[in-house]
């Protein structure tokens, strides 16, 4: 027959299992390397201009070793102001 008590000590080992199971998969897994990241502010009015810094910016990090993650364009009033670029390391 099942009795509270067994109920309640039935799930009490599953949730332990359950809770111990990432911690065995963490020991067996090396940690990434830690990475840096940076973000650069390209102000600039207009795609072109802003394009233009941008490449050279690009090419700049590259060689620096740096690799491209993001870049997030700044606009007010639907004016370009420039543009965010983050690179990781």
Request: proline content about 6%; hydrophobic content about 45%; cysteine-free.
């Amino acid at each position: 027959m099942n009795s509270p008590i067994r109920n309640l000590l039935a799930i009490a080992v599953l949730a332990a299992s359950l809770g111990a199971a990432p911690l065995a998969f963490a020991k067996d897994k090396p940690l990434p390397p830690a990475t840096t990241m940076t973000t650069v502010y390209v102000e600039g009015h207009g795609g072109t201009a802003v394009t233009k810094d941008v490449n050279e910016l690009h090419a700049k990090m590259e060689a620096e070793g740096w690799k491209f993650a993001s870049l997030v364009l700044h606009t007010e009033n639907g004016d370009t102001k420039g543009v965010w670029v983050s690179y990781t390391k």
